[in-house]
């Protein structure tokens, strides 16, 4: 029986298990995600061999005895986290005396497909089985001995509390096994990919299966006029190099021209972290000599709208606000876009007319995830505005049901 069959008849199952069935195991493999941290270690250790230090990808490949703590952490947090399941979400009674409910329902089964983050094996994992859901996971070759581990270890939890183990599937790394889930009509019910941007066009160009696009972030921060210039350091200086390998890391600093004089100070903790700068004329002019050199390049057309997931970063200066929303309508990917400023007016302007999933003021988009957001472990960044915006947890792992009860009711 190959893996479509069996986990179609897994996803089945898990109609009968109840919700604390389900904490329980997730509260197990929190448990075991430390007891057997030695060997999901050492198997990590055997992709990161692979992979250059200096390669972005490394820092989303590596794990460790804190990130796996974190990961336990996030699993304990989606057990506590109340079941999306079951909730009716309207009910109506027709003249005739038909009683409609509309209840939320699994999808049923849900296909990731990955890059370089073992951590997604835990993530999708225990999100999926919180909302009913089994899932199949297409990792990359990248990160394939920590996400059999990773695997491994959730199957054994599986099968010690009494749930069908096919509940999770990880798929062989290389195309033909993506392309083969891409196709699986009938077997699978959503895709969702999470990596970079060719991975998500990929996919949705060549799914038969329903996608929901993740994780592409172009992500600016604009400095108003008005914009407070502590918070401006602080607030670029986070977004851009807390983490440079995630959606939500700043790609572009979006500047007033009336502000330029304050750009080597709200640069300068940036030359700390050897962040390279892809500066427009007036912002190069700006910077020279007051950056160092070897880290300051001219802008050219692609230093826009790139999602670098490197220690770089592009500066934009504008005129205006509505330039810059201009500049962000024509780069952004729609992921998280930030605006610095004390003016209620160009906040309420850039909160209507920036389109993207999330809109900050003074806050550092590094935010953008599902635990900050207070949702648990997040399943993906949605960019697209069907179904599901931003960070998707639960709820968006649901779709639903009409149930109709009658009493011998017949149409005319």
Not at 161 to 179: F, K, Q, T
Not at 262 to 285: G, H, M, Q, R
Not at 309 to 328: E, F, G, N, R, W
Request: charged share 25%; net charge negative; aromatic share 6%.
């Amino acid at each position: 029986m190959n893996w479509k069959i069996k986990t179609l008849e897994a996803s089945r199952s898990l109609n009968l298990i109840s919700d604390e069935k389900i904490n329980q195991v997730l509260l197990d493999l929190a448990d075991a995600a430390l007891s057997q941290s030695e060997y999901i270690l050492q198997e990590n250790l055997k992709d990161l061999a692979l992979m250059d230090k200096s390669n972005p990808m490394y820092d989303r490949l590596l794990l460790s005895k804190e990130r796996l703590e974190g990961i336990a952490a996030d699993i304990r947090n989606v057990a506590s986290l109340s079941s999306p399941l079951g909730k009716i979400k309207k009910e109506i009674i027709r003249p005739n005396g038909m009683k409609i409910k509309q209840l939320s329902v699994p999808f049923g089964v849900i296909g990731i497909i990955y890059e370089a983050r073992p951590n997604v094996s835990f993530d999708v994992f225990s999100l999926c089985l919180k909302s009913g859901n089994a899932c199949v996971l297409k990792g990359g070759t990248d990160a394939f001995n920590s996400n059999a581990a990773i695997v491994s270890v959730i199957k054994n939890v599986l099968i010690s509390n009494g749930l069908n183990p096919d509940v999770v599937s990880l798929l062989p790394a290389g195309r033909e096994a993506a392309a083969e889930l891409m196709n699986a009509v009938g077997y699978v019910d959503l895709i969702i990919p999470r990596g970079g941007k060719g991975l998500i066009e990929y996919v949705r160009d060549h799914s038969r299966i329903p996608v929901i696009e993740t994780g592409a972030g172009i992500c600016h921060t604009y400095f108003d006029i008005s914009g407070d210039l502590e918070k401006g350091i602080a607030i670029v200086f986070n977004a851009k190099t807390r983490r440079v390998s995630v959606c939500n890391a700043l790609d572009c600093l979006v500047i007033h021209q009336d502000r330029l004089s304050d750009l080597p100070e709200i640069c300068s903790k940036l030359a700390t972290k050897n962040v390279i700068i892809y500066a427009d004329e007036k912002s190069f002019e700006t910077l020279s000599d007051k950056y160092p050199a070897h880290l300051l390049q001219h802008a050219v057309e692609d230093s826009f709208g790139t999602e670098f997931l490197d220690y770089k970063m592009a500066i934009k200066t504008v005129s205006d606000l509505q330039d810059a929303v201009a500049h962000i309508t024509t780069y952004s990917s729609k992921h998280s876009e930030c605006i610095v400023s004390e003016d209620e007016n160009n906040i309420a302007y850039f909160d209507k007319m920036v389109d993207a999933a999330c809109i900050y003021t003074n806050v550092s988009t590094a935010f953008t995830d599902g635990a900050q957001f207070g949702l648990g472990a997040e399943i993906g960044i949605s960019t697209q505005k069907m179904h599901a915006r931003g960070p998707m947890a639960l709820e968006e792992l649901c779709s639903y049901k009409w149930i109709v009860k009658g009493d011998g009711q017949i149409r005319s």
